[in-house]
């Protein structure tokens, strides 16, 4: 079957340039996105949000985080747009005069983070995540319930933050809290993890601090130490090192998941997931001796 082009964005810089029509006048966000829309074909039945713009290092470029959801494969990449709202970039830019260098995401520390899974397992899988990420919440139904029974006790799953905290508003504070969790234990952590995210649909800015404590209630966990830790931001330190990890891999979205060294980013749908285990399982596989002549 063939797939909206949208869904396919090139690997390297040569990605996608194209006129989105003449410049608004003014920052209207609605029209930016309705010629966007246009220019990459993307049907009226998805939904389209456009994070807030940032600098960057090129004059009269700035990067956007474009979410698209309605489809089987959601979506959330950055874009670049000129200045003038006439021109759309779309991909990943390298730096030509930087130098060649080892993979960057095959020496990544896991020692004290949450982990599921056992300590020696042939395939290690990190995850950058957001507690407010649509595409998180909807990664974590395939990660929890499809791909950690299916390949039980063959991988290890390390949790780290990347809250986006331009479009996310509770985010971080989130995250905090899900590092005092991980401060009464490992098995908490994830407890909390995993209602955060069943929980998404339900939290909002406003009524975050009043639900965690119900959450927490839910969890088992000490109450007074857990408010202590989130209410004093003692974690903020360890979540903030943790996005400050992600952005110097070059990270730039949730979710992201780094697989023995190789990075899959976005709502990833399982056959691909599978496909990448499968291959990693398979080369960790010990090779039969040589028979003695």
Request: some cysteine; proline content about 9%; charged content about 20%.
């Amino acid at each position: 079957m063939l797939r909206p082009r949208w869904l396919f964005p090139c690997l390297l810089l040569l990605c996608l340039l194209v006129p989105v029509g003449p410049a608004p006048a003014g920052d209207d966000n609605a029209e930016l996105i309705q010629r966007i829309r246009h220019a990459l074909k993307i049907p009226p039945s998805y939904q389209v949000r456009l994070g807030p713009a940032e600098k960057t290092d090129i004059a009269g470029l700035v990067k956007r985080t474009l979410e698209v959801t309605g489809g089987s494969q959601p979506r959330s990449d950055t874009i670049f747009v000129s200045e003038d709202g006439r021109y759309l970039f779309w991909g990943r830019l390298y730096d030509l005069d930087a130098q060649p260098g080892p993979n960057r995401f095959q020496h990544i520390p896991v020692a004290g983070h949450p982990a599921l899974g056992p300590a020696d397992a042939r395939v290690t899988i990190i995850e950058y995540a957001d507690f407010q990420c649509p595409f998180c919440e909807r990664a974590y139904w395939m990660v929890k319930y499809k791909l950690l029974p299916r390949y039980s006790g063959q991988v290890r799953l390390i949790f780290k933050d990347f809250p986006l905290t331009r479009s996310h508003a509770w985010a971080l504070k989130a995250a905090v809290a899900a590092q005092c969790a991980f401060q009464q234990g490992n098995d908490a952590f994830w407890k909390l993890h995993d209602l955060l995210f069943e929980c998404q649909d339900e939290l909002n800015a406003e009524n975050l601090d009043a639900r965690l404590s119900e959450l927490a209630v839910a969890g088992g966990f000490d109450l007074p130490a857990f408010r202590k830790c989130y209410d004093s931001q003692a974690t903020l330190p360890r979540v903030q090192a943790s996005i400050a990890e992600a952005e110097g891999l070059g990270l730039t979205g949730t979710p992201a998941f780094v697989i023995n060294g190789q990075l899959l980013s976005g709502a990833v749908p399982f056959p691909r997931f599978k496909a990448v285990l499968d291959r990693e399982l398979a080369a960790a596989q010990p090779h039969a001796a040589p028979p003695v002549p």
